[in-house]
């Protein structure tokens, strides 16, 4: 005689089974929106780095001052001196 799980049973792990797919496709959707704002964000960046004429040597801080590193450098040194 064959042994079988209870339909129960059956289903519990049908339903376990479909969760876990969509989980995955949750995770799948999450990476793509996380890439995308990464995306937009990088564009943003370049755009405002673009109209402002800015080079690798500057940076933005959270006030939104332009920072010149290699200003920093030369006050630096000429107050050293």
Known sequence: MEKKITEEDRLTIELAKSNKKIAEITMEKAT????????????????????????KNHSIDAAGNIIDSTEENTTTTENKA
């Open 32 to 55: 793509v929106q996380k890439d995308l704002a990464e995306a937009y964000f990088r564009n943003l960046i370049l755009e405002v780095y673009m109209k402002y004429g800015l080079t």
